[in-house]
């Protein structure tokens, strides 16, 4: 089978590469053809242009929306290749599935030219609330999370580890390009621009793909997304609300048994330490909220470049690849 990357050179494709790397695949890299990198760990990267020339069975994008939205089209129309999109680029589009494998693979048909991978702080959260929400029917969720910098791509990494090099220093700490504020040592309470409610588009991103991946329409959010000075991995503080009561424990039991969930109980809980270096979803501090009736509190924490995208994207063609030897 011969797959292709395109964004081989970013964090998200990066990854990618890495869990492709276990699987006989011949894979083909590209990027925008501007940047200097022409190879990764070895291997040759071509630019853009050039995707249409390799007989491609498999695309994965990991590159922004824009590069997505104006590529997919063309190859959905002139190729017959499987395409799975880690941008956000399709995700609301009614004809598009938007998967987490473990959640609602089964929309993953033998006929699904097109898929798409959720944003990556739905992806955490909804890896936490799914096994709930069908024990005990979600209403609604509030979640506030505390976002790495690579959450915006190498160059908020860049940004984050050039400030504290500025820092270590003695210099002041230079003007931010990615998140207009500085990073270091801070919390930055937007993530995107701000719609006319006052919500971020991440905030925005958690309300609608939530309400598609788990085919609740009327379901309630409200987050607030911050970004914090940590490198990578997502932490969030989620409070759920459910028709049905559910205990801690039996939250726990829950999540106990779900594939790709990792839970702690006893006052135990992860921390960014925890996640770094796997694809599990953590959850540590479950608890009763008594503020509003039938709603527990917990903690999530994952790393949002492998489940958050290149794990799930990589899930996805397993999925497919399963439907087509069915
Ligand atoms: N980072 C995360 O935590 C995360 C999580 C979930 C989803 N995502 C989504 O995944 C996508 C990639 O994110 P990332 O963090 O990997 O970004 P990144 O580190 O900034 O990498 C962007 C990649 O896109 C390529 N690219 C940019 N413009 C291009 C063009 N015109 N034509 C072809 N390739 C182009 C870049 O290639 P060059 O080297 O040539 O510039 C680079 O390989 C984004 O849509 C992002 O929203 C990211």
Redesign the pocket.
């Known amino acids: 089978m011969n797959i292709g990357i395109?964004?081989?050179?970013?964090?998200?494709?990066k990854a990618l590469i890495h869990e492709l790397e276990k699987f006989p695949h011949a894979l083909r890299l590209?990027?925008?053809?501007?940047?200097s990198?022409t190879n990764s760990s070895g291997r040759r990267i071509d630019p853009?242009d050039r995707l249409q020339e390799g007989a491609l069975d498999v695309v994965f994008f990991?590159?922004?929306?824009q590069?997505?939205a104006e590529w997919i089209p063309t190859l959905l129309e002139k190729t017959s290749a499987f395409i799975v999109d880690?941008?956000?680029a399709f995700r609301q589009k009614d004809h598009v599935p938007l998967v987490i494998p473990e959640i609602n693979g089964s929309l993953i048909t033998s006929t699904t030219r097109q898929v798409s991978?959720p944003?990556?702080t739905t992806t955490l959260a909804l890896m936490a609330l799914a096994p709930l929400h069908r024990y005990a029917y979600l209403e609604s969720f509030t979640l506030n999370s505390y976002q790495a910098a690579?959450?915006?791509?190498?160059?908020g990494v860049r940004m984050l580890t050039e400030q504290y090099a500025a820092w270590s220093r003695g210099e002041s700490i230079p003007i931010d390009t990615v998140f207009h504020r500085p990073l270091l040592f801070n919390a930055i309470p937007q993530i995107g621009g701000f719609n006319a409610s006052g919500n971020t588009e991440e905030e925005e991103k958690v309300l609608q793909e939530s309400r598609k991946i788990l085919n609740l329409p009327q379901l309630l959010t409200f987050s607030t997304c911050v970004r914090i000075p940590a490198l990578q991995c997502h932490s969030l503080s989620i409070s759920a609300t459910f028709k049905k009561p559910i205990s801690v424990q039996e939250a726990y039991d829950l999540l106990k048994q779900t594939s790709g969930v990792k839970v702690y109980g006893d006052n135990l809980y992860p921390d960014v330490y925890s996640a770094n270096s796997n694809s599990y979803c953590h959850v540590g501090r479950i608890r009763t909220n008594p503020t509003v009736p039938n709603t527990l509190s917990f903690w999530v924490v994952g790393n949002?470049?492998l489940k958050?995208?290149a794990t799930n994207m990589r899930q996805i063609l397993d999925y497919k690849l399963k439907t087509l030897a069915d």
């Open positions: 395109v964004g081989a050179t970013g964090l998200v494709g590209f990027h925008s053809g501007c940047s990198e853009i990991a590159t922004p929306p590069v997505s880690g941008s956000s991978s944003n990556c690579s959450g915006a791509g190498r160059d949002q470049i958050g995208a």
